[in-house]
């Protein structure tokens, strides 16, 4: 940990940058102050005004250890349903009354509606 102006400053162990259509994802592995390890994954993108100018959005989620095994196992599953899904091009009746249907538009901001 490093201590710069009597404050401290999480070190970053390890990052990983992941480009994605307009999209960037961040993977970002840093120090507590007890030296415990976590993550933080941050998507970035550009979002354009009206009139053509951009502005950076970012989102960011922070991982502890302690959670890893459950949330990858949660990703997994969820990628997984939907490499299923999407790959076979079936209809999947998830509570007898709502379809699969074809969600290639869906941008986060659609999703808390």
């Known amino acids: 940990m490093s201590e710069e102006n009597g404050s401290?400053?999480?070190?970053?162990?390890?990052?990983?940058?992941?480009?994605?259509?307009?999209?960037?994802?961040?993977?970002?592995?840093?120090?507590?102050?007890?030296?415990?390890?976590?993550?933080?994954?941050?998507?970035?993108?550009?979002?354009?005004?009206?009139?053509?100018?951009?502005?950076?959005?970012?989102?960011?989620?922070?991982?502890y250890k302690e959670d890893f095994e459950k949330f990858s196992e949660g990703l997994s599953e969820v990628v997984a349903f939907i490499k299923n899904v999407q790959g076979n091009h079936e209809t999947v009746h998830v509570n007898e009354e709502v379809e699969k249907k074809d969600f290639t538009g869906v941008e986060f901001e659609d999703l808390d509606k």
């Open 8 to 63: 401290y400053q999480k070190d970053e162990i390890f990052s990983k940058a992941v480009r994605a259509g307009k999209r960037t994802y961040f993977f970002d592995v840093k120090t507590t102050r007890k030296n415990d390890y976590y993550l933080t994954i941050t998507e970035r993108k550009r979002r354009y005004d009206q009139n053509g100018n951009f502005q950076i959005e970012k989102h960011k989620i922070f991982l």
